[in-house]
């Protein structure tokens, strides 16, 4: 740990590395304490480089063993080495081999960075900056080398030793206990894709035979007793691949792929050349402990990381300024495969109430950052939901403009063109733009200029003209380093819904280029005129959420109630309803912030009711129609002054009184929704578990369920996870009888299952009670919690400051003092998880002033903190710009 601030890396500053490192080969010796690490490096420097420049290589808290130069040891005066950097000066100009000794304490390794052990198993993470921990190298992506890799462990300790690539040689070592694996990856790739792990596993295999006829090996290893609980993954990970050769003509290109579950990771996969490392969360699966939206996650992460291996692998980015070159495209990818797999709509819907609840409070805050930043101080700060989701949202707009076959066009050129090169986003851009035709430079400010815009859209209908005219306008709001915008290009669906229903079709457009029915928004106002509208529309806009932008029309309550009667977009029936919902939730926060009665009006619950009794809709769509915006997406809209207090009582309140207007009717469908048969995870069976848990949690809230007969029952016949923490959610969160004997049970069937038991975590972290905070405090100190392990961590403190806002935002400020004493703990161990924590302050400048100051006092006791890690440091700098 460093008591200054490192200087900043700045996109600017990017200059090729002297040296290329063409070949590497490691002999890595494990063992507990001390294994030892040799790396064979074949270096040569390129001709751009000045003659004579020393070759200065990363590392990160190393101990320096040996060094030896073309086969004979460096003398002393020739080299300087620190834990964080070697150099070497006085080299050949011709190629050379260097060769690096270092030695490594895994068990040690509490940063879950380089080389770890995790329950034993040896494992690795060195995105983005971990290899450096292994050896000393030019860790940065754009240095990229073949690697074998020399596995030695003990037999007993570890039967299992996997390498990147393909497995070339194994056997024992004569006399002794231990045994070795060797492997050779042909591909050229960076530092942070190296991987190893070795360690005593189970093995669950299956093949797959790739477009071209070969025949891939599929592993996944986890420890004994899980191999049960690998179905889903292996059957995702044979979907994904068939998927990418089909939709994008992507092809597998090894011999095997293994994907190895472990239970301390710091984030939730990772892309590794042919050996994935997961957070085991993201690979087991058994109905009884896996809830649907953890099948529904397995199923994307491991898609993602698959996806990897064409973007991010093959083609990896040049410098991390290009980190949604890799991310952002495999988010499109993997939201897509999880398109075509569901529904596409209720898909969508999810994804844009991520994007709305975790990137635009991001976006409206002081960690606001470009989808490409131009400065950080620590990368590992910026797999954030602007670089991911933003990214990702970026891409689909591209789709959108230039229409599936040039983008399909673009895509396939960009693998033509940067295969096993690492690239840029500008690089990415011109595929596209040489594919279409389309001048891309407007558009490309999307990477560049962070918030999010606004777009502004009234509306005119002339009957005697037959014209229907839109005026739209566009700004983007300033942010942190960005105090002026210019406008982007915004791709606008939109249709005009008539009085029948029915889309009006046919009709000629003025004052903006449509394509399809997208028209493409580019200056800071348009006005839109549509001729010959033989009679008033409702216009449905930004339909599929074709751009994330803040919407403000000045559509009526009755417009936007139509639209969620009649739309023909799916994804607009289910915005209009949530558009409605909000205000009404506005009106009701403001109500109980002036100790007012809460009202709601009826059109509101009329229009609920008749989603959930409409039967010839998709029950996983009826499930969402009935979710009421979220308490950070009613913070979000009201700004300024937040009383998350105030948002939470409105809303339970709100649900309360719409659960008793339509009691009967939920109850119907409620009864209509009990699953028919077995468990199944597929997505007509979830829909169903979906539709009838939400109806649970109305029931619950209203006066009829008061008694907690209902929710108790649901929690008794519970055959599958999924039923079984809906129902455990609802009586702790509704405080009902029966709650704590519920808690028991609960804890009692999966006392020994961690990842089930996180779920009981969260559920009490989430409570929204005043006790909340001591529950958390108390919960700590449970046997199956581990501040050591981040699965355990994020289940009960990061839930608690960022699932529970009226508690973590408690008007005494106990609540942030709290999270700042833990952050500074686990600085000590994790900066990279303690740095996650300490981002749920984020939001604290639109908070009240009195729980403002209290954030900003929690905030600055981290910040004057001496022995900070640059994680947390820059997180907490950053938040109180
Ligand atoms: N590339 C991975 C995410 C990841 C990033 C950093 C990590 O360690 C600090 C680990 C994983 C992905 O997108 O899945
Ligand atoms: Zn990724």
């Known amino acids: 740990m460093r008591p200054d601030t490192p200087a900043p890396v700045r996109l600017e500053d990017y200059r090729p590395t002297d040296f290329a490192i063409d070949t590497v080969s490691l002999d890595i010796r494990l063992a507990p304490k001390a294994t030892q690490v040799r790396a064979r490096l074949a270096i040569r420097r390129r001709d751009t480089a000045a003659k004579g420049a020393p070759l200065v290589l990363d590392g990160d808290e190393l101990d320096l063993v040996s060094l030896a130069l073309d086969g004979r040891p460096l003398a002393a005066d020739a080299y300087t080495a620190a834990p964080d950097r070697l150099e070497i000066r006085a080299l050949p100009d011709g190629p050379f081999v260097l060769e690096i000794e270092t030695r490594l304490d895994p068990d040690a390794n509490t940063k879950l960075m380089g080389l770890y052990r995790s329950s034993g198993t040896y494992c690795t993470q060195c995105e983005a900056e971990g290899f450096r921990r292994i050896t000393y190298f030019l860790d940065r992506p754009d240095c990229l080398s073949v690697y074998t890799t020399r596995i030695e462990a ?12 393909n497995p070339v040689e194994a056997g024992r070592i004569e006399g002794t206990d231990r045994h070795y694996a060797v492997w050779h990856d042909p591909h050229p790739k960076p530092a942070y894709l190296f991987a190893m792990v070795a360690g005593d596993l189970a093995r669950v295999s299956n093949r797959f035979t790739t477009a071209d006829g070969r025949d891939v090996a599929l592993n996944i290893y986890v420890e004994h007793g899980n191999e049960g609980a690998c179905d889903w993954a292996m059957d995702s990970l044979k979907r994904s691949m068939r998927w990418d050769e089909e939709v994008f003509g992507r092809i597998y290109d090894l011999e095997v792929f293994n994907i190895v579950a472990v239970s301390d990771f710091n984030m939730g996969a990772m892309e590794n050349k042919g050996l994935n490392i997961f957070n085991d969360k993201y690979v087991l699966a058994s109905p009884d402990t896996a809830t649907d939206q953890d099948y529904a996650g397995i199923e994307a992460v491991i898609a993602h990381e698959y996806f990897h291996n064409w973007t991010g692998n093959r083609i990896t980015c040049r410098d991390w300024f290009q980190l949604c070159l890799k991310e952002g495209l495999t988010v499109f990818r993997d939201q897509e495969f999880s398109s075509d797999m569901r529904s596409r709509p209720v898909k969508r819907i999810a994804d844009v109430r991520l994007l709305k609840s975790h990137q635009f409070p991001e976006d409206a805050g002081p960690l606001a950052h470009p989808v490409r930043p131009r400065l950080y101080h620590e990368i590992n700060n910026f797999y954030t939901a602007t670089v991911y989701e933003k990214g990702a949202e970026v891409v689909r707009m591209l789709k959108a403009l230039l229409g599936p076959e040039d983008f399909r066009a673009g895509m396939d050129l960009f693998f033509e063109r940067h295969d096993g090169e690492a690239t840029t986003v500008e690089a990415f851009l011109a595929c596209f733009q040489e594919a279409s035709g389309r001048d891309l430079a407007q558009f490309s400010l999307w990477y560049e200029q962070a918030g999010t815009p606004t777009l502004t859209v009234d509306s005119k209908y002339e009957p005697e003209a037959r014209r229907f005219t839109m005026t739209v306008r566009q700004s983007v709001p300033p942010t942190p380093k960005q105090s002026a915008k210019k ?13 029948d229903g029915t889309e009006m079709t046919g009709l000629s457009v003025a004052g903006a280029e449509m394509t399809g029915d997208t028209l493409h928004i580019r200056n800071p106002s348009h006005m839109i005129v549509f001729s010959d509208v033989p009679a008033r529309p409702v216009p449905s806009l930004l339909r599929e959420f074709s751009a994330p932008v803040h919407l403000k029309s000045d559509l009526s309550d009755a417009d ?15 915005q209009a309803l949530q558009s409605v919902a ?11 912030a002036g100790q007012r009665p809460i009202t709601v009006d009826p059109e509101l619950v009329d229009a609920i009711g008749a989603s959930i009794a409409d039967d010839s809709l998709d029950p996983a769509f009826r499930a969402l129609c009935l979710q009421l915006p979220g308490e950070t997406d009613l913070a979000r809209e009201i700004g300024k002054d937040v009383d998350p207090e105030a948002i939470c009582q409105a809303r339970r309140q709100v ?16 009864t209509a929704m009990t699953s028919p048969g077995p468990f199944s995870p597929d997505a007509a069976a979830s829909g169903r578990r979906a539709l009838r848990n939400v109806l649970l949690e109305y029931l619950s809230h209203g006066t009829g369920g008061q008694d907690g007969t209902l929710a108790r029952a649901h929690f008794d016949a519970a055959d599958n996870m999924t039923d079984r923490a809906a129902a455990l959610g609802v009586l702790v969160h509704a405080r009902l009888p029966g709650h704590e004997e519920a808690l028991a049970a609960f804890a009692d069937r999966h006392g020994h299952t961690p990842l089930a038991l996180d779920k009981w975590f969260t559920i009490q972290a989430t409570a929204p009670f ?15 919690f581990s501040m050591g392990n981040p699965n355990r961590v994020r289940a009960l403190i990061g839930a608690f400051a960022t699932g529970n806002q009226s508690q973590f935002n408690r008007a005494d400020g106990a609540g942030f003092d709290y999270l700042a004493e833990v952050v500074l703990s686990l600085d000590k161990t994790n900066p990279q998880v303690a740095a996650r924590l300490a981002s749920a302050f984020r939001s604290w400048r639109s908070l009240e002033p009195e729980r403002q100051a209290r954030a900003e006092a929690a905030l600055r006791h981290v ?13 907490v700098d950053r938040c109180l710009q």
């Open 560 to 574: 936007l109630l139509f639209l969620a009667a009649r739309d023909t977009d799916p994804f607009n029936r289910w």
């Open 487 to 499: 406008p982007m290009t915004i791709p606008l669906k939109a249709a005009l819904i008539g009085p």
């Open 154 to 165: 003990r037999e007993s300790d570890a039967p299992v030793l996997l390498g990147n690539g």
């Open 655 to 670: 649900r309360a009184t719409i659960a008793d207007r339509l009691a009967e009717t939920m109850l119907a469908t409620y």
């Open 582 to 592: 909000l205000s009404a939730l506005i009106k009701a926060t403001q109500a109980a």
């Open 863 to 875: 910040a004057a903190m001496a022995e900070l890690s640059p994680d947390v440091r820059d997180i």
């Open 770 to 784: 005043g006790d909340a905070l001591d529950t958390v405090k108390r919960l700590t100190t449970h046997a199956g």
